[in-house]
């Protein structure tokens, strides 16, 4: 059983994801993963079946919250949803004015936590050493594919929903970030500022079938083979890591929801190269912010055994 001082963490975690998923092209499923809730968050969300559905219908609203794990969701989401609102205006104007020290901050976290998650890797076999290295090659070429151009038409809408809400609960890449990739991002966001609710509704629709099919197939991975899960999740964090590079040469654009420039297709490139096109790389303080990135995972992960302990 949580106490208050357990809730008030997990509030704090769920800042956390709300504020990795403000950061383009960084999933909020990696904070979940790194602080030992993604297991719970995901058993959570596939409690939501029809034995659950059944349960509002006939007005049994105590054992539906019981069974969905309520109290874990609501304070998780409550977290999300405050770190979006106080947080948005400060890492967006980070990411525009501080770029190579967010990301280098972000780098550091992301591998170190990668790491710490692979101790959790009882039995180190042929077969999660595969699980790990194929993780992190389909999050490379994630990160690298082109966007696409794709139909306007109810399926697309609907596939783009259910693929970008599995993202968004994998550690390492953001639905953001998949949306831009199917071509379906600025659809989406003109469909929100214009109050489209036929394509908001199937968009909707979509994410609701993909997060419930989804959370089920990693829930039967994690208790058939936990190992093999860890590991190709874990691959998926180190793959991101080409997406968070400091130093990057944006080679496309886009104009987002706020009539802003944004980087669109860009390729990772060295400090030195970087210097060479005229533009300062900080490569010390990149390195200062990587370490720091490192020591917050590393001081959290003792201050949570502490906890656990205490």
């Not at 659809?187 to 979509?206: K, M």
């Not at 990772?268 to 912010?289: D, K, R």
Request: proline letters at 3%.
């Amino acid at each position: 059983m949580r106490n208050v001082k357990d809730y008030f963490f997990l509030f704090l975690k769920g800042m956390g994801m709300g504020a990795f998923d403000i950061v383009p092209g960084v999933s909020g499923g990696t904070i979940a993963f790194i602080t030992g809730i993604y297991e719970e968050l995901i058993s959570s969300i596939k409690a939501v079946d029809i034995a659950a559905l059944k349960m509002l219908v006939d007005r049994k609203f105590v054992a539906f919250w019981d069974k969905v794990n309520g109290k874990f969701l609501l304070i998780l989401v409550s977290g999300i949803l405050v770190s979006l609102v106080s947080l948005a205006n400060l890492i967006s104007g980070l990411m525009d004015s501080h770029p190579i020290q967010l990301w280098s901050f972000f780098f550091g976290l992301i591998i170190i936590s990668a790491l710490m998650v692979c101790r959790d890797i009882q039995n180190w076999r042929g077969g999660v050493v595969l699980s790990l290295v194929l993780g992190g090659v389909v999050a490379y070429v994630v990160t690298t594919i082109a966007p696409a151009e794709t139909p306007d038409n109810i399926a697309t809408v609907f596939f783009s929903g259910s693929i970008a809400i599995c993202a968004m609960i994998l550690p390492g890449i953001s639905g953001s970030f998949i949306l831009i990739i199917l071509g379906k991002y600025e659809f989406i966001v003109n469909a929100l500022t214009s109050f489209d609710l036929v394509t908001l509704v199937i968009f909707s629709l979509g994410c609701v079938v993909g997060l419930l099919a989804f959370s089920r197939l990693i829930s039967w991975l994690f208790k058939k083979y936990h190992d093999l899960a860890i590991a190709i999740l874990a691959g998926f964090m180190i793959g991101s890591l080409n997406k968070v590079w400091p130093w990057k040469n944006t080679i496309e654009t886009f104009v987002d929801r706020h009539g802003k420039i944004k980087p669109l297709v860009q390729e990772n490139i060295l400090p030195t190269t970087f210097q060479s096109m005229g533009q300062e790389p900080y490569f010390w303080q990149a390195l200062m912010f990587c370490s720091l990135g490192i020591a917050v995972v590393v001081f959290l992960e003792k201050l949570a055994a502490n906890l656990k302990n205490g």
